[in-house]
C-alpha cells in the first residue's frame, strides 16, 4: 500500500487489490446519498458568473439489476450478522432502488472494517435519505458496541420545502472498530447567547469573564478545609492556589465577601464538541475552497473529524474522494493520506487542487492512470468519456458539457491571459478535440472551422494515431498565433504517445497565464488542534 496516494476505479476493487488488513487510522466516506439525483461540476465563467456549461460528474441513482443481485448473493453468502440483516433489507424493500444502494454499500463497508486498524474510526456521511438504513448496516458491520455518535451537521440555513419541514442537515454515523480508538478532545466555540448569558462581567480593560464558585460544599471527593480571609469553607482548590489566583486578579469577592473565580473568555477552550454541529458553515459561491464540485464540503469540517481522531502521521483514506477535501485537510494537518475516486474528472481536480495548495510540497503518486498507449486504448474502449478526461486531464484543460451536439466538436478548453498589462488582459482560449479512433485531414479542418467560430487563439487535435501527412499539411497552413512570449503554431497535432512522453501545448508559459479552473487557495501551514484554540473550557 502506497500512502499519499490517488487511486482511479471502482473503490471495492481498490480496497481489495491495493489496501491491506488493519493498515488504516481513520476512514472518511461521504457515498452517493440515494437521493435520485444528478452531480454536476459547476464551472465558473471568466468574469465569475455560472456557467451554463456543466459537466456530469456522477448520477446518485440506483436500479437493482444483475449486479446488484450479484452484490447481494455474494454478501448473504458470506454469512454473519450482515448477511442477516441484508437479508432483512431485502424482505422489508424487495427488488427495490433502495436495495440496489445498500447492495453496493455492504461490501464496501466490510472491506473498510477490514482494514481498518483496531485503533481506528470510521465517519459515514449520509443524508436522512438512507442514514437510518445505514446505521443498521453499520451496526451489523462494526457491531453495536461499535457506534459512538450520530453527529447532526447543519449544512445550511433554513429554508422552505413542499409540504414538509426545510431539510437543512446531513447525519455522520461515527463508529469505531474497538473501544480504544483514538480520540482527542475538541472544543466548539461559544455561540453569542451563551456568552452574553454568561460572560456578562467585564474588567476595566474590557476582558470577559464568568464568575465560578470556588466552595467544594457538595462535591462528591470533597475538598480541602481551610478559614481564607475570615471565612472558612470546604474549597475545590488548596490555599497555594487560591493565593495565587487572588494575586493574579483572578478572585471576585462579593458583597458578604466570598471568593468566587474569574474564568475569563480568552482563556476558555470552548464547549467540548457536541453531537450537533452548527458552527461549520456549509461551503457557499463566495468561499475561496468552493471549487463547483458537487457534494464539496468545507475543509474545516473534515478537519475537525481528523483532529479528534487521527495524529500527526496517521493514515486517512477516503473511497469517496470527489474533489479531494479530506486529502487536502490530511495533507495540511500533516497526516498521510489515501483517495480514490472512479472518475478522472475527479481525478484531475484533485490534482490541480493539492498543487494549487501545496506546490511543491504536494509530493504523491496516482494509481490507475493510462502509463502507455495499450493503457489508454484499452481506456478508449472501456468508457470513451472517461478517456476524454484523462487525456484532457493531461494537458490542464476543462472538458465541456456532454450533451448531444452541444460545443459541436469541442471536448475541452484551457483559458489563459497573456498582456503584460494586467489591468488590460482578456480572456484567450484553446480549443481541444480529443479522437481515439482513426483520424483524418478533415478533423483538423472542421477543429479550425471551431476555433474561427469561437474566435479561439489556438486549437489542438489530440489523437490516438499518429496524424498523417495531409493533417501536418492543413495544421501547418493555418499559420501562428502571436504573445509576448513568440509564436504559437494556431493549430498543433499531439499524440497520446507523445503526452505520455511529456510533450504538451505550445503556448504562454501555464504557470503564468493559465486561468482554466478555479484554484484552490494555499494552505496557509496546519491548524490549531480545536482544544488549543483561545474559547472556553468545560
Given at each position: 500500500?502506497?500512502?499519499?496516494t490517488?487511486?482511479?476505479g471502482?473503490?471495492?476493487?481498490?480496497?481489495?487489490?491495493y489496501?491491506?488488513?488493519?493498515?488504516?487510522?481513520?476512514?472518511?466516506l461521504?457515498?452517493?446519498f440515494?437521493?435520485?439525483?444528478n452531480?454536476?461540476?459547476?464551472f465558473?465563467?471568466?468574469?465569475g458568473?455560472?456557467?451554463?456549461a456543466q459537466?456530469?460528474?456522477?448520477?446518485?441513482t440506483?436500479?437493482?439489476?444483475?449486479?446488484?443481485?450479484?452484490?447481494?448473493?455474494k454478501?448473504?453468502?458470506?454469512?454473519?450478522?450482515?448477511?442477516?440483516?441484508?437479508?432483512?433489507f431485502?424482505?422489508f424493500?424487495g427488488?427495490?432502488?433502495?436495495m440496489?444502494?445498500?447492495?453496493?454499500m455492504?461490501?464496501r463497508?466490510?472491506?473498510?472494517?477490514?482494514?481498518?486498524?483496531?485503533?481506528?474510526?470510521?465517519?459515514l456521511?449520509?443524508?436522512p435519505t438512507?442514514?437510518?438504513?445505514?446505521k443498521?448496516l453499520?451496526?451489523?458491520?462494526?457491531g453495536f458496541?461499535?457506534?459512538?455518535n450520530?453527529?447532526i451537521?447543519?449544512?445550511t440555513s433554513?429554508?422552505?420545502?413542499?409540504?414538509?419541514?426545510?431539510?437543512?442537515h446531513d447525519?455522520?454515523?461515527?463508529?469505531?472498530?474497538t473501544?480504544?480508538?483514538?480520540?482527542?478532545?475538541a472544543?466548539?466555540?461559544?455561540?453569542?447567547?451563551?456568552v452574553?448569558?454568561?460572560?456578562?462581567?467585564?474588567?476595566?480593560?474590557g476582558?470577559?469573564w464568568?464568575?465560578?464558585?470556588?466552595?467544594a460544599s457538595?462535591?462528591?471527593?470533597g475538598?480541602?478545609?481551610?478559614?481564607?480571609?475570615?471565612?472558612?469553607?470546604?474549597w475545590?482548590?488548596?490555599?497555594?492556589t487560591?493565593?495565587r489566583?487572588?494575586?493574579?486578579?483572578?478572585?471576585y469577592?462579593?458583597?458578604?465577601?466570598?471568593p468566587?473565580?474569574?474564568?475569563?473568555?480568552?482563556?476558555s477552550?470552548?464547549?467540548?464538541?457536541q453531537?450537533?454541529?452548527?458552527?461549520i458553515?456549509?461551503?457557499?459561491?463566495?468561499h475561496k475552497?468552493?471549487?463547483?464540485?458537487?457534494?464539496?464540503?468545507?475543509?474545516?469540517l473534515l478537519?475537525?473529524?481528523?483532529q479528534?481522531?487521527?495524529?500527526?502521521?496517521d493514515?486517512v483514506?477516503?473511497?469517496?474522494?470527489?474533489?479531494?477535501?479530506?486529502?487536502?485537510?490530511?495533507?495540511k494537518l500533516?497526516?498521510k493520506?489515501?483517495?480514490?475516486?472512479?472518475t478522472?474528472?475527479?481525478?484531475a481536480?484533485m490534482?490541480?487542487?493539492l498543487?494549487?495548495?501545496f506546490a511543491?510540497?504536494?509530493?504523491?503518486?496516482?494509481?490507475?492512470e493510462?502509463?502507455?498507449v495499450?493503457?489508454?486504448?484499452?481506456?478508449?474502449?472501456?468508457?470513451p468519456y472517461q478517456?476524454?478526461w484523462?487525456?484532457l486531464?493531461?494537458v490542464?484543460?476543462?472538458p465541456v458539457?456532454?450533451k448531444?451536439?452541444a460545443?459541436?466538436?469541442?471536448d475541452?478548453?484551457?483559458?489563459?491571459?497573456?498582456?503584460t498589462d494586467?489591468?488590460?488582459?482578456s480572456?484567450k482560449?484553446?480549443i481541444l478535440?480529443?479522437?481515439?479512433?482513426?483520424v483524418?485531414?478533415?478533423?483538423?479542418?472542421?477543429?479550425?472551422?471551431?476555433?474561427?467560430?469561437e474566435k479561439?487563439?489556438?486549437?489542438?487535435l489530440i489523437?490516438?494515431?499518429?496524424?498523417?501527412?495531409?493533417?501536418?499539411?492543413e495544421?501547418?497552413?493555418?499559420?501562428?498565433?502571436?504573445?509576448?512570449?513568440?509564436?504559437?503554431?494556431?493549430m498543433?497535432?499531439?499524440?497520446i504517445?507523445?503526452l505520455l512522453?511529456?510533450?504538451?501545448?505550445?503556448y504562454p508559459?501555464?504557470?503564468q497565464?493559465n486561468?482554466?479552473f478555479?484554484?484552490?487557495?494555499?494552505a496557509?501551514?496546519k491548524?490549531?488542534?480545536t482544544?488549543e484554540?483561545p474559547y472556553?473550557?468545560?
Amino acid at each position: 500500500m502506497a500512502e499519499n496516494t490517488l487511486y482511479y476505479g471502482d473503490n471495492l476493487e481498490i480496497l481489495q487489490r491495493y489496501i491491506a488488513d488493519e493498515s488504516v487510522d481513520l476512514i472518511y466516506l461521504d457515498p452517493p446519498f440515494k437521493s435520485d439525483q444528478n452531480y454536476n461540476v459547476l464551472f465558473q465563467e471568466q468574469d465569475g458568473t455560472r456557467s451554463a456549461a456543466q459537466i456530469h460528474a456522477f448520477e446518485d441513482t440506483w436500479h437493482w439489476d444483475q449486479s446488484a443481485a450479484e452484490a447481494f448473493q455474494k454478501i448473504v453468502e458470506a454469512g454473519g450478522p450482515v448477511s442477516q440483516a441484508m437479508q432483512a433489507f431485502r424482505t422489508f424493500l424487495g427488488e427495490s432502488d433502495m436495495m440496489a444502494y445498500l447492495a453496493m454499500m455492504a461490501p464496501r463497508l466490510v472491506e473498510l472494517r477490514r482494514i481498518l486498524k483496531n485503533t481506528g474510526s470510521i465517519y459515514l456521511h449520509c443524508d436522512p435519505t438512507a442514514s437510518h438504513y445505514l446505521k443498521i448496516l453499520m451496526d451489523a458491520v462494526f457491531g453495536f458496541e461499535g457506534f459512538k455518535n450520530e453527529i447532526i451537521w447543519k449544512r445550511t440555513s433554513g429554508h422552505s420545502d413542499a409540504k414538509r419541514f426545510g431539510n437543512v442537515h446531513d447525519v455522520l454515523l461515527f463508529y469505531a472498530k474497538t473501544n480504544k480508538y483514538t480520540w482527542n478532545k475538541a472544543y466548539q466555540k461559544y455561540d453569542a447567547d451563551y456568552v452574553t448569558t454568561y460572560y456578562r462581567y467585564s474588567d476595566t480593560d474590557g476582558r470577559k469573564w464568568m464568575s465560578d464558585n470556588l466552595s467544594a460544599s457538595g462535591l462528591s471527593g470533597g475538598g480541602y478545609d481551610y478559614e481564607w480571609k475570615g471565612i472558612k469553607r470546604i474549597w475545590r482548590c488548596p490555599p497555594e492556589t487560591m493565593a495565587r489566583y487572588d494575586k493574579e486578579g483572578k478572585i471576585y469577592y462579593t458583597e458578604n465577601g466570598i471568593p468566587r473565580l474569574k474564568r475569563y473568555l480568552d482563556e476558555s477552550k470552548g464547549l467540548p464538541a457536541q453531537d450537533l454541529w452548527t458552527d461549520i458553515e456549509a461551503l457557499r459561491s463566495w468561499h475561496k475552497e468552493r471549487l463547483g464540485y458537487p457534494t464539496q464540503k468545507p475543509e474545516a469540517l473534515l478537519e475537525r473529524i481528523l483532529q479528534v481522531s487521527t495524529n500527526e502521521g496517521d493514515v486517512v483514506l477516503d473511497p469517496f474522494c470527489g474533489c479531494g477535501t479530506t486529502i487536502a485537510a490530511a495533507q495540511k494537518l500533516n497526516r498521510k493520506w489515501i483517495g480514490i475516486d472512479v472518475t478522472y474528472l475527479a481525478v484531475a481536480l484533485m490534482k490541480s487542487r493539492l498543487k494549487d495548495m501545496f506546490a511543491e510540497n504536494a509530493d504523491f503518486q496516482v494509481v490507475g492512470e493510462p502509463v502507455s498507449v495499450s493503457d489508454a486504448q484499452a481506456l478508449a474502449e472501456q468508457d470513451p468519456y472517461q478517456f476524454q478526461w484523462w487525456a484532457l486531464g493531461l494537458v490542464g484543460a476543462r472538458p465541456v458539457e456532454q450533451k448531444k451536439g452541444a460545443d459541436r466538436g469541442i471536448d475541452g478548453r484551457i483559458y489563459f491571459h497573456d498582456e503584460t498589462d494586467s489591468a488590460k488582459a482578456s480572456t484567450k482560449q484553446i480549443i481541444l478535440s480529443v479522437k481515439a479512433g482513426h483520424v483524418t485531414a478533415s478533423y483538423v479542418r472542421d477543429l479550425r472551422g471551431v476555433i474561427e467560430r469561437e474566435k479561439a487563439q489556438i486549437g489542438v487535435l489530440i489523437s490516438m494515431e499518429e496524424p498523417t501527412a495531409p493533417m501536418r499539411k492543413e495544421a501547418a497552413a493555418a499559420g501562428f498565433y502571436k504573445s509576448p512570449w513568440g509564436t504559437h503554431p494556431l493549430m498543433q497535432l499531439i499524440t497520446i504517445e507523445e503526452l505520455l512522453a511529456g510533450k504538451r501545448i505550445d503556448y504562454p508559459p501555464s504557470k503564468q497565464v493559465n486561468t482554466t479552473f478555479k484554484k484552490a487557495p494555499k494552505a496557509r501551514g496546519k491548524k490549531l488542534n480545536t482544544a488549543e484554540l483561545p474559547y472556553a473550557d468545560d
